[in-house]
């Protein structure tokens, strides 16, 4: 029995630890990264729950959403151009994510600046330029209610 107890807790040792799901701020979310194509989502994510193709001011869109409150966006279709998530499971390596307080994204992410634009509240890293890759936290009632990553268009 003793061997058997042993011969369990090697293997369960042996196993790879499970990949944190992550914010990587200016890189990416959940493994996405901004200008991954849409193979290299689909690798990291799998397959997406709804896919959408539409159309914007700046041409044709197409948005693959996934459970847990993931959506990857491609402007142009080819590359991703931004990510967010609404889900809980995603944190920064200081452990900021949805439903963190603002205080939180204050003092444990570096460079952001706190604001409300027109009416929202938000913290994000680098300036709204078109060009600039942002990292926005979106903040109601004192709460992290989304994260976005993105490159500013315009």
């Known amino acids: 029995m003793l061997l058997s107890s042993v011969a369990v807790l090697a293997a369960a040792l042996a196993l790879p630890a499970a990949a ?46 996934y459970r847990g409150g993931i959506t990857v966006f491609f402007q142009g279709r080819r590359n991703v151009t931004a990510v967010f998530t609404t889900g809980r499971g995603d944190r920064t390596a200081r452990g900021v994510g949805v439903g963190s307080s603002e205080q939180a994204v204050r003092t444990r992410v570096p460079g952001v600046r706190c604001e409300t634009i027109v009416g929202t509240r938000t913290c994000h890293t680098n ?15 004192g709460r992290v209610t989304r994260v976005a990553l993105a490159f500013v268009i315009d």
Do not use: C, Y
Request: cysteine-free; overall charge positive; glycine content about 8%.
């Open 20 to 65: 944190p799901a992550l914010i990587q701020v200016d890189r990416g979310i959940s493994g996405v990264r901004l200008t991954n194509s849409q193979a290299e989502v689909r690798a990291a994510l799998g397959k997406p729950r709804r896919i959408i193709r539409d159309r914007n001011i700046f041409g044709p869109t197409l948005t693959f959403r």
């Open 127 to 141: 300036r709204f330029e078109a060009g600039q890759r942002v990292t926005d936290f979106q903040i109601r009632n």
